[in-house]
């Protein structure tokens, strides 16, 4: 029996099911080239010609393609197969694959047993030479550049789309990993969410990790540097959640080199809007296109900024950011204290006698009456302006 290992664009598992069999167009000949140690690259008329697999000794199957190989060849019991549901439009995330295929083209390569493994899509020119190339890049962990040039010597006809090869460039700035503390990366994905959003109305999984965790309620290592709500004091975002842009420069994932001018030029990091990344606090990004939004701290609910999918927003020095969620610096401070959260405990022996105590997380304690006059003592906090 073969061995099938599936897999779709959305990563939620086999779509095997969902879409049917296809018969390559018999008029399209076989297309093959040997592209690295142990590695073919061809079209889906090569996947589906059984003496051809033979004649290759191909044990391994690599499908990036909208529909998967059809059962014939699924079902030959010396090949071991992978499907990646996808299209070859640039709008696709492919970058989101490459750690997957790359693992699943080592053990290939690397299986005693194993012979020789394909990757193809419909042509064998832009969606499979760009699980190629990604490949290449890493396992010699050279540039985008540098395996261009080994995959054209080998095979002439690769041409990934203009959105695939800024998907490679991105994967090699990131030194051929998923790095998703990333700048241009977090950008990628949120727009690759919006475009989502735009469709469906929806932020569904798998793109529901743009949307971060709440640095309130995030313990674990608080961060030095958080912005605050300025009329309640609850923390809103890290600094890591900031989403910074130069100013006058409308930030685009894939501008890596106007990036780069910019800040050789001297460009200032723009202050006149706080573009932060979504967070769980924003109740309402996940079901709307755009909104306000508030602060989530229910006694304030203090109208701190807005946010837009699809439109995106302007912002005061002239940039175009889209998608954007913004907070407007008069409505928050920049603080640089440690104490990104309190808690008030209230023990028993205290409760008796009216008197509470209240620990931080800085272990800072303070005891007194619970009148009025007290508590609004508690809600104060030193304003640590950055
Ligand atoms: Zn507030
Ligand atoms: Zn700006």
Redesign the pocket.
Known sequence: MAQSVSTNSSGTGSSETDAQDVEPDNSVPTNIDLVDDKLYLGNLAAACDIPLLEKYQISHILTIDSCPLPAKITHLPFVKTKFIQLCDIPREDILHHFEDTYEFLRKAVEDKDGRYALVHCYFGVSRSATIVLAYMMRKYEISLEDAQDRLKSRRSVIGPNYGFLSQLKLYEKMKFSIDKNNIFYKRFRLHVAADKVKSVKLLAPPFTDVIKKDPALHTVRPEPVVYRCKKCRRVLASASNLLT?R??KSPLWFDFQGEEDASEMGSPI?A??FFIEPITWMSNVAQSLQGKLHCPNQNCKSKLGSFSWVMGCV?????KVQPAFYLVPSKVDRSTSVLNFTRTVVPQEFKRHGRVSRVTLGGIRTTGRTGRAQRNNLTKFPRGIG
């Open positions: 842009h100013e006058k723009c006149q809007m912002c005061p020095c002239g940039a």
